[in-house]
């Protein structure tokens, strides 16, 4: 079974704190990514990764950066904290190749900025 | 730019009957659409796929079908259960690059009892 595993449900931080949000998968994917869930915007891509130490930026990648040290670990960082970074974030993984393969989803962390 | 769109952000469907979940696509290079599910404080989880050179899919209770030359998709829930309750992700990915998910904004599914 897939996991997909994201350090924290739930975080409240202050405005301009620098903030990790962790993900680990167990499934040896080469692919992961981060996306943010707000109301009426659906899903939207932050950054992914295709290797360790690779990165691509996504839709929405201002005041965010990423890590990815090693296979099965991808971190986003907020590197201060805003009010409008408030959202459901959701980490993903998945096979590479075309076609035919669907991303696994962790439990996602709402992260709230106060 | 919204590639993939629902346009509905909400349906109320009785128990037992049929729901109809829409999505449309402007991006002619998407391979591969999914639906993905969504409970509250909880990820999307998939719940079933098409290739573009497809235009059916069946798994159980849940059918997608795949029109090309309009750009559209759609769920069909039959018979509708208050479990299907829930948001529900349109997402397709393109023939080259990396896998990447594009997502639709979701349409809300209240199965009523």
């Known amino acids: 079974d897939v996991k997909v595993t994201q350090s924290s449900r739930y975080l409240v931080k202050r405005t301009g704190e620098k903030v990790f949000l962790e993900c680990v998968q167990d499934?040896?994917?080469?692919?992961m990514f981060w996306y943010r869930q707000d109301p009426g915007l659906g899903l939207r891509l932050i950054y992914f990764?295709?290797?360790?130490?690779?990165?691509e930026k996504g839709d929405i990648p201002e005041g965010y950066s990423v890590s990815r040290e090693k296979k099965e670990r991808f971190s986003l960082i907020l590197e201060s904290a805003s009010t409008n970074q408030t959202s459901m974030y959701l980490c993903?993984?998945?096979?590479?190749?075309?076609?035919?393969?669907?991303?696994?989803f962790g439990q996602g962390t709402r992260l709230t900025v106060v | 730019d919204q590639q993939v769109k629902q346009n509905s952000p909400s349906l109320s469907v009785q128990e037992g009957r049929i729901s109809i979940l829409n999505c449309d696509y402007t991006?002619?290079?998407?391979?591969?659409f999914l639906w993905y599910k969504k409970y509250p404080a909880e990820g999307p989880t998939f719940l079933i796929s098409?290739?573009?050179?497809?235009d059916k899919n069946e798994d159980g209770r849940f059918t997608v079908f795949l029109n090309k030359s309009a750009k559209h998709l759609s769920l069909h829930i039959v018979p509708s259960q208050p479990g299907d309750s829930a948001v529900y992700f349109c997402?397709?990915?393109?023939?080259?690059?990396?896998?990447?998910?594009?997502f639709g904004t979701g349409t809300r599914l209240t199965v009523i009892p």
């Open positions: 098409i290739s573009s050179i497809k």
């Open positions: 993903a993984s998945s096979y590479p190749g075309q076609g035919d393969t669907e991303a696994f």
């Open positions: 499934m040896d994917h080469e692919n």
């Open positions: 997402a397709a990915i393109p023939q080259t690059g990396a896998n990447n998910l594009f």
């Open positions: 990764s295709y290797d360790v130490k690779m990165k």
């Open positions: 991006n002619s290079m998407f391979d591969y």
